[in-house]
Structures are given as structure tokens and as C-alpha cells.
T-cell receptor
Framework: AQSVTQLGSHVSVSEGALVLLRCNYSSSVPPYLFWYVQYPNQGLQLLLKYTTGATLVKGINGFEAEFKKSETSFHLTKPSAHMSDAAEYFCAVSDRNKLVFGAGTILRVKS | DAMVIQNPRYQVTQFGKPVTLSCSQTLNHNVMYWYQQKSSQAPKLLFHYYDKDFNNEADTPDNFQSRRPNTSFCFLDIRSPGLGDAAMYLC???????????FGDGTRLSIL
């Protein structure tokens, strides 16, 4: 079965600093990978997805992620954090017709 | 706008009193999912429908049931809620199980 590990349950950055949220997956087949964001008391919103093709994937709100097969990683980055980026972020892999989520990373942005 | 709508946003029920949560979608997606999300945890899939085909997760308690009367609507029934069932319940849809899921804003269930 596929699994996802998100390193760091909490990440804190200063406004304007680089955001890096780490995600590693295990998969026996080429994976479909996703990043979702969740604001308090809301559902999950898709940031970006990787299925096939280009390994650098651009998403909404200035986020991007790079699929690295050799490292089994799909880390999420944003060059410059904004206060509105404060939220919880979930990495997910598609496994046998369902999503397997990581435990989530709460991003705090300091002014 | 096409959406996934969950009603109500907040639901309070009594211990042991049946409760139904609803989800509707205007996306005309084939697949509808129900997740349970407890505080500071990832969403946990309870079950999903692919069209009319119901798929229950192995570890979903029997206390949880679901109905999908048509493409647009899906319901989550909790027959005898216990204190441990207090959580956010998320509905999601997708065109296909491997495709991105579109989530509603959830129903937060409290048990008195």
C-alpha cells in the first residue's frame, strides 16, 4: 500500500521567506501526488497535482512542487511567504482508487 | 458556481440519537466520498460511491452508513453516535478515483 510521510508537523517562517514543506511517499507504481491546503473550519482545497509529464508542477497561490522519483519526494515550495498562507497543508498519494493523506503540516507565517 | 455543499455546517446531537449529514454537488462527478477528520489529524476515508457502487473502508464502524439516492446527493447516517464520533465530516467528489477531489467545507458534529 502507498503511504505518505510529511516531515514536520509545524513549520514557522517569516513573511517574505521561502516556504518548504516536505513530503515523501512510498509507492510500488508511478504515483499520482497531490498537495491540499486547509484553512480553519473549511474543507481541503487542491493546490497542485502530479500525474505524469513535467516533474515541476505549478499550482495556485504561487506554490509549486517537484516530483523526484530518485528521492521519492514531492516537496512543496513557495519563494515568498504571505500571511494568508498560514494554514494546514496535506500531501496525498492516490492508492487503489482512494487518496492516502499525510499527517499534515501546519504553516505559521510570522510578520 | 459549481460546488460541493454540505449542510448543516454545524450539527449538535445527543449521545445515541441518530443523525444525518448531507452533501450535494453541482459538478456531476461520478465519485462521492465521506471523510472523518478529528482535530489535528488527516482526513480518514469512511466510504465512497462510484456511481451507485458503494465501497466501504474495512475499518469504518458499522455505526456509519451512507446513501446516494442520485448523482447529486449523498448522505452520511450515524445510527447511534458516541462521544468518539465528534469530528469534522468532509464530503468530496471527483470524476474518477485517481483524479483530484473537490471538497465541501465540512460539517462539524458535536455530541452532547
Amino acid at each position: 500500500a502507498q503511504s505518505v510521510t510529511q516531515l514536520g508537523s509545524h513549520v514557522s517562517v517569516s513573511e517574505g521567506a521561502l516556504v518548504l514543506l516536505r513530503c515523501n511517499y512510498s509507492s510500488s507504481v508511478p504515483p499520482y501526488l497531490f498537495w491540499y491546503v486547509q484553512y480553519p473550519n473549511q474543507g481541503l482545497q487542491l493546490l497542485l497535482k502530479y500525474t505524469t509529464g513535467a516533474t515541476l508542477v505549478k499550482g495556485i497561490n504561487g506554490f509549486e512542487a517537484e516530483f523526484k522519483k530518485s528521492e521519492t519526494s514531492f516537496h512543496l515550495t513557495k519563494p515568498s511567504a504571505h500571511m494568508s498562507d498560514a494554514a494546514e497543508y496535506f500531501c496525498a498519494v492516490s492508492d487503489r482508487n482512494k487518496l492516502v493523506f499525510g499527517a499534515g503540516t501546519i504553516l505559521r507565517v510570522k510578520s | 458556481d459549481a460546488m460541493v455543499i454540505q449542510n448543516p455546517r454545524y450539527q449538535v446531537t445527543q449521545f445515541g440519537k441518530p443523525v444525518t449529514l448531507s452533501c450535494s454537488q453541482t459538478l456531476n462527478h461520478n465519485v462521492m466520498y465521506w471523510y472523518q477528520q478529528k482535530s489535528s489529524q488527516a482526513p480518514k476515508l469512511l466510504f465512497h460511491y462510484y456511481d451507485k457502487d458503494f465501497n466501504n473502508e474495512a475499518d469504518t464502524p458499522d455505526n456509519f452508513q451512507s446513501r446516494r439516492p442520485n448523482t447529486s446527493f449523498c448522505f452520511l447516517d450515524i445510527r447511534s453516535p458516541g462521544l468518539g464520533d465528534a469530528a469534522m465530516y468532509l464530503c468530496a467528489t471527483s470524476t474518477d478515483p485517481d483524479q483530484p477531489q473537490h471538497f465541501g467545507d465540512g460539517t462539524r458534529l458535536s455530541i452532547l
